[in-house]
């Protein structure tokens, strides 16, 4: 009897032990596939069974493997977006779909062992070792201070937060701007895009803003820009003071549009890895337009079809799947605030990217041409420009403050042909008098120092003195 029970014993010892191998080992039963067809941005693959989303490695005899995203298929072709170099792929190259790393077992419970096998995503480096540090969009340091340390492995792409269980925006935030804080309170929490044309002075508000925002872990995406703007941004505008509590993922203008992409679902993934820990976190991408071009490459290269102005349906489609991402956590654990850069071409408000960024953003900041030609910076246009949040995180009296000042700026711009003609007398209108009184005080508020720091409070105080 005590025999029988030692081999049974044994026997479920086993069986544990190999469903245990089992769950930790990947899928073995993976297909090949070979290169058939390259074309511009896009490579096509046959005999590969892979999903979309999918990371595969394309393997040529003498060459350098290219990693490569499955974008699409059509019947047994697989259409792939490489991450790399093309040159010196040939035709019949392998195509090998390549397992995502598993996360680390959880014993106990075989439930888990199986679940495990569902997430083959891509998986980048997530963990405090990234702060203070420059990386790519695959998680590789960019800032030649040697390996990443203290990270692990997490997926990219997580599963949205139910709507009903984020917390509503009630707190103010402190942007150290002054005219932000003023007279568009930003609400912690918040989604807020910079909508601007090209040389006024939004890198440098996005420095004003990391390095004063009251928040504890800055993540910095620069998506698309200039490579020569990724170094100068992070010393000149960044500075020492605001790189040690941020995280730079910089994806330069000439890397690929897959890559392009992937960094800033990457500056997402690392945003939302600290609001879950509790943190407040704020994410400042540069830029949504390049962000939405890079998609637009994609799409456009696989054969879907222009709709406004050249960007496919998918572009306006990826915008809110992004965006949403960003925002309060659940049960006050932690917060992410994101300000979005968004180009306007030649200025143009009414661009397609410009128009869909303000109806899914919880307010727009638009910087002005014309203000930063006369010397004013931050070049904040407080007349085009709202907080959708403010009613919620400002007192009554600061918003009644902000309203007396926005109705005596839009009548100075009014009358501005008047006033420099000498056709306007004063007295024949007290509101206007009123207004030319406090335009001093109303321009020395709302102008600042990029090295100047202004808190929210004394904000708010210089708003109730410069109406009197």
Request: glycine share 10%; aromatic share 4%; charged share 25%.
């Amino acid at each position: 009897m005590t025999a029988t029970l030692s081999a049974r014993r044994e026997r479920w010892s086993r069986y544990l032990h190999d469903l245990q191998t089992f769950a930790e080992t990947p899928l073995p039963l993976e297909t090949e596939g070979s290169l058939v067809r390259v074309t511009g941005l896009v490579l096509e693959a046959a005999g590969v069974r892979a999903p979309v989303g999918a990371v595969c490695e394309v393997v040529s005899p003498g060459q350098e493997s290219v990693l490569a995203e499955v974008v699409g298929f059509h019947g047994d072709r697989a259409y792939l977006m490489p991450t790399g170099e093309v040159h010196g792929l040939a035709s019949g190259a392998r195509v090998l779909p390549r397992p995502a790393p598993l996360a680390p077992p959880k014993l106990g419970s075989v439930n888990h062992l199986w679940r495990r096998r569902e997430d083959r995503g891509l998986h980048l480096p997530m963990g405090d070792g990234l702060l203070g540090r420059v990386v790519d969009p695959h998680g590789q340091p960019m800032d030649r201070r040697g390996p990443i340390e203290d990270v692990h492995a997490e997926p990219m792409i997580r599963r949205p937060i139910n709507a009903m269980d984020r917390d509503p925006i009630r707190q103010p935030l402190d942007t150290g701007v002054r005219a932000i804080n003023a007279m568009l309170t930003v609400g912690r929490g918040q989604r807020i895009g910079l909508f601007a044309g090209t040389g006024v002075g939004k890198s440098v508000l996005l420095g004003m803003m990391a390095r004063y925002t009251a928040a504890d872990v800055i993540v910095v995406g620069l998506i698309g820009e200039r490579g020569r703007e990724v170094k100068e941004f992070i010393e000149d505008i960044l500075e020492a003071e605001g790189l040690a509590r941020s995280v730079v993922v910089a994806a330069p203008a000439d890397a690929p549009p897959l890559v392009r992409m992937q960094g800033a679902h990457y500056a997402t993934a690392i945003a939302e890895h600290y609001r879950d820990r509790g943190l407040h976190v704020l994410l400042l991408m540069d830029s949504l337009t390049r962000y939405a071009m890079a998609q637009r490459e994609i799409a456009l290269a696989i054969g879907e079809p222009p709709a406004t102005k050249g960007y496919p349906p998918s572009c306006f489609a990826k915008l809110p799947q992004l965006v949403e991402r960003s925002g309060n956590g659940r049960d006050g654990r932690g917060s992410i605030t994101a300000f979005y850069t968004v180009l306007s071409e030649g200025d143009d408000q009414q661009d397609p990217i410009a128009d869909a960024a303000r109806g899914i953003l919880d307010g727009h900041i638009v910087l002005s041409r014309d203000l930063a030609e006369a010397g004013h910076y931050p070049a904040i246009d407080v007349e085009k420009s709202v907080s959708r949040v403010m009613p919620n995180v400002a007192s009554r009296e600061h918003l009644q403050q902000a309203r007396r000042a926005r109705a005596m700026l839009a009548k100075l711009t009014k009358a501005r042909d008047l006033i420099q003609l000498g056709a306007y007398t004063p007295g024949h209108d007290a509101e206007l008098d009123a207004a030319i009184r406090a335009q001093p005080r109303l321009t020395a508020l709302l102008q600042q120092d990029m090295h100047d720091q202004a808190a929210l409070e004394a904000s708010v105080d210089q708003l109730a003195m410069s109406l009197l």
